[in-house]
């Protein structure tokens, strides 16, 4: 299986990207544990039905000595008892904010709320910011159907 569209080698395309990927390093700088931050990204991607993403995001957090355990169950973070309050709040802006379409208002205050009560200003920005540079890599690789499965951790510097 191939892309329908090389993206990286597109004149366009790839420059776009090393921006988004500029953005998303200015917002990963530690400022939001690392392991939420994935787990997010990895929520985000399941939603979005992007293989490439959640093949990227969990091999990531397996390299960064996520337990399998966990990994398994971010798909269903509600019922597990694996994740922190905090991380529970971050999954649940996570999807939220994925999830636009599907409520009218957008993200509930309750929500913002959660999440408030765990990650400062800055923390929030840095989520929030991850949120939306998840979702573009997500609606990118399902665009072009990315195939999922060969990512290699590091790949992409």
């Not at 200015?26 to 992007?50: F, H, Y």
């Not at 309050?85 to 959660?114: C, I, M, S």
Request: aromatic residues 6%; charged residues 20%.
């Amino acid at each position: 299986m191939e892309a329908r569209l090389n993206i990286h080698g597109s004149a366009v395309g790839g420059k776009v990207l090393k921006y988004i990927t500029s953005a998303g390093r200015a917002a990963e700088d530690g400022i939001v544990p690392a392991a939420t931050a994935e787990l997010v990204k990895i929520r985000a991607s399941q939603i979005n039905g992007c293989g490439f993403c959640t093949d990227m995001h969990t091999k990531d957090a397996t390299a960064a000595g996520e337990t399998q355990q966990r990994l398994n169950l971010v798909a269903t973070w509600r019922e597990a008892t694996v994740f922190t309050e905090a991380e529970r709040a971050a999954l649940e802006l996570a999807e939220e904010g994925t999830r636009l379409a599907d409520a009218a208002g957008g993200v509930p205050d309750e929500v913002w709320q959660r999440a408030a009560k765990h990650f400062d200003e800055e923390q929030l920005a840095a989520l929030v910011v991850q949120i939306a540079i998840i979702n573009a890599y997500n609606r990118v690789n399902v665009m072009i159907q990315q195939p999922a499965g060969s990512y290699v951790v590091g790949q992409f510097g």
